[in-house]
């Protein structure tokens, strides 16, 4: 018997130690492909949009405003803590796409870290290795995690809030989950399910770094939300005079012809009006031949008058464009500049004391939100604690953590919805957006059926309502051996997905799509590999249902990815795959003709972005880059395929984004 004993206990141990080499052997695999990935794609467009706007804006002047451009929410692209990991990898390494990449790279760490760990706590060495392969095999998932955007780093703080959740240690849990939302916003809905499974599970010792956490609070919160609205141009109305411009020498019917534009700090340009909007210059286009009789141009900035010839160079410059001439307006044509880099181009700046009066109004009033909400939290925590609905212990931490998430969560999603930036999602419902966009971009292009998407989502329905039939059965028959690790991650899933409704309902917020829904991915694999524990561990048919559905999920996934694996492009970006590779063949037909001369690429919008940053990083020649159409005339172009001229001569055609670069 004895004998019997100790063979089980050996051939259980070797299993396990296989398990462990296997578990290894998978990170070291996945980790070297994704490191792959990152060192060779193509810089996308979030990407390099990103990296002009915040990480790099020095090397392009429209976007120059110095360190504080991370606290810059004007648009959507900055996943803040993403954004500031990635400018101090830049400061040190450079601004090489492996450099740009290293946060989401540590995302992956801790990705696959915190799987193992999660893993290895909740099943046994087998299922480990094989929930560790499912886990990473999605090619959809896999993308971010060599891409420079905050939704792989969130996706492995993520992970590695659930496993200090099922650790039952909520100091970490929250900590790790509150990095997740600031790497990207979309995880407030985690956090939010966090917090509500985490309650009465947290340990207790917990007060002293509550009100350590809680004194540093309320100068951090002052201090982030100014410089996040120090960055902002809508700040106030207050901070630019009106413009007005009046055109001496034409007649009335020669100014109906007259486009008379201003041009905003990034550049775009848009139609003159009388609100109080920042103005970097003023652009007059005129018909050709009516042009040479416009004598003068007033140009009227708030109680400021400058009246100038707009053909003398000093306070206008002049170019044709075929039958228009444009005229725009030089930097003697302003009120004085503002001290501070972000606004310094604009021309109708009201004074830097309206700045930074405006700059204390919207702290104070962001103040004010926080100490409203804190007073709110202390009120419910007391009458919670009395009504023994939560243990004392586990709420102490739950409003300082709360306070934190909303102070530094707070001011930049205030800024993007009134800017109307939160728009990428969808509207049709949450099945339809949310969970079908995903099981689509997880077949990432591939066509097995035509109806796949349907029947994708019916299948992981079909496995929730599995797990509620066995979970009901054992908990009636036995509640110590209750499904709970697949019971706490669809309790999330689920929390999740209420939330994204009722926002949509109370706010009218888009549901997430693609890879802003991502989160599912893994938590929907978890839920999966656990219930499939849960089954294996019931023994006899379950046993062998569990094992079916495993193996079956881990050969599917893995005949999968082994069909769309690449180190060539990504899904949502597949247009830029080529983007790097067409910018060296530049280089070379630039040398073949050894012109010397600065070279003008035009690129449709597209691909501008990412044009402009290899344009910046890697080329030895001055290739200057210009988005189609555009008044200048271009030395090589690079669109799309289909919209090539029949008369141009194409250089060479990239099949995988159907781009070519050609000789206009």
């Known amino acids: 018997m004895d004998a019997d004993v100790n063979t089980g206990r050996e051939a259980r141990g070797a299993i396990a130690s296989w398990a462990v080499v296997a578990q290894a052997i998978i990170c070291l695999s996945f980790g070297a492909f994704i490191v792959g990935r990152a060192a060779r794609l193509s810089l996308t467009y979030d990407e390099a949009a990103a990296y002009i706007r915040y990480v790099a804006p020095h090397a392009f002047p429209e976007f120059d405003n110095g360190p504080l451009a991370v606290f810059n929410f004007e648009v ?61 095999l999605n090619p959809y998932l896999l993308d971010f995690f060599a891409l420079s955007r905050g939704y792989g780093l969130s996706i492995g703080l993520m992970m590695g809030a659930l496993y200090y959740l099922f650790m039952g240690d909520l100091s970490r849990m929250l900590l790790f989950a509150t990095g997740a939302v600031l790497a990207n916003f979309a995880m407030l809905n985690v956090y939010a399910g966090l917090l509500l499974l985490s309650v009465g599970s947290g340990r207790s010792g917990i007060a002293l770094r509550r009100r350590t956490s809680l004194a540093l609070l309320f100068p951090s919160a002052t201090l982030f939300a100014a410089l996040v609205f120090s960055q902002d141009p809508g700040l106030s109305s207050s901070l630019y005079e009106p413009v007005a411009v009046r055109l001496d020498g034409l007649t009335a019917e020669q100014q109906r012809d007259v486009t008379i534009s201003r041009i905003d700090l990034r550049g775009r340009m848009t139609p003159l009006s009388a609100a109080r909007v920042p103005c970097r210059a003023i652009r007059i286009e005129t018909p050709a031949e009516v042009s040479d009789r416009l004598a003068h141009v007033e140009v009227v900035i708030g109680h400021g008058a400058f009246t100038s010839d707009p053909h003398v160079p000093d306070a206008w410059t002049m170019r044709d464009l075929g039958t228009r001439r444009q005229f725009e307006s030089a930097g003697m044509l302003s009120n004085p500049r503002s001290s501070q880099r972000e606004f310094e181009g604009v021309i109708n700046w009201a004074g830097d004391r309206q700045y930074f009066l405006a700059i204390a109004r919207a702290t104070a009033v962001a103040l004010a939100v926080l100490v409203a909400l804190a007073l709110v939290l202390e009120a419910a925590g007391r009458l919670a604690v009395r009504a023994r609905l939560v243990p004392d212990d586990a709420w102490h931490l739950l409003p300082a953590s709360i306070l934190w998430v909303a102070a530094l969560a707070g001011p930049p999603l205030y800024l993007l919805k009134r800017d109307a930036q939160l728009y990428f999602g969808g509207t049709r419902g949450l099945v339809h957006d949310t969970f079908y966009s995903l099981i689509e971009d997880s077949f990432y292009g591939i066509t097995y059926h035509p109806n796949q998407t349907p029947v994708a989502f019916g299948i992981a329905v079909a496995f929730v309502a599995a797990f509620a039939l066995f979970a009901s059965a054992t908990w009636r028959r036995d509640r110590l051996r209750a499904p709970l690790e697949p019971a706490r991650i669809l309790a999330l899933i689920a929390i999740v997905s209420v939330s994204l409704v009722a926002q949509r309902w109370l706010l009218g917020t888009v549901y997430l799509i693609g890879r802003t829904a991502l989160l599912f991915i893994p938590l929907y694999f978890l839920f999966l590999i656990f219930f499939c524990q849960s089954l294996i561990a019931r023994g006899g048919i379950a046993r062998i249902a569990g094992t079916s559905m495993l193996l079956v999920a881990v050969m599917m996934s893995g005949w999968h990815i082994a069909r769309t694996a690449n180190l060539q492009y990504t899904l949502d970006w597949r247009d830029d795959a080529a983007t790097k590779t067409m910018m060296a063949d530049l280089e070379q037909a630039i040398a073949v003709e050894r012109s010397g001369a600065p070279t003008t690429l035009g690129v449709q919008w597209n691909y501008a972005p990412a044009a402009a940053y290899y344009a910046h990083r890697h080329q030895p020649v001055d290739i200057d880059v210009v988005v189609l159409p555009s008044g200048r005339s271009v030395d090589f172009v690079y669109l799309a395929e289909r919209h090539a001229s029949p008369s141009a001569r194409i250089i060479r055609r990239y099949p995988v984004s159907a781009t070519a670069l050609v000789r206009p």
């Open 76 to 136: 959507a692209t900055n996943h803040f803590l993403s954004t500031v990991l990635t400018k101090l990898v830049a400061t040190v390494a450079g601004g090489g796409e492996l450099a740009l990449r290293a946060p989401a790279l540590l995302g992956y760490a801790l990705y696959l870290w915190f799987s193992v760990r999660l893993l290895r706590l909740s099943t046994n060495g087998v299922i480990a290795a094989a929930g560790l392969l499912l886990l990473n």
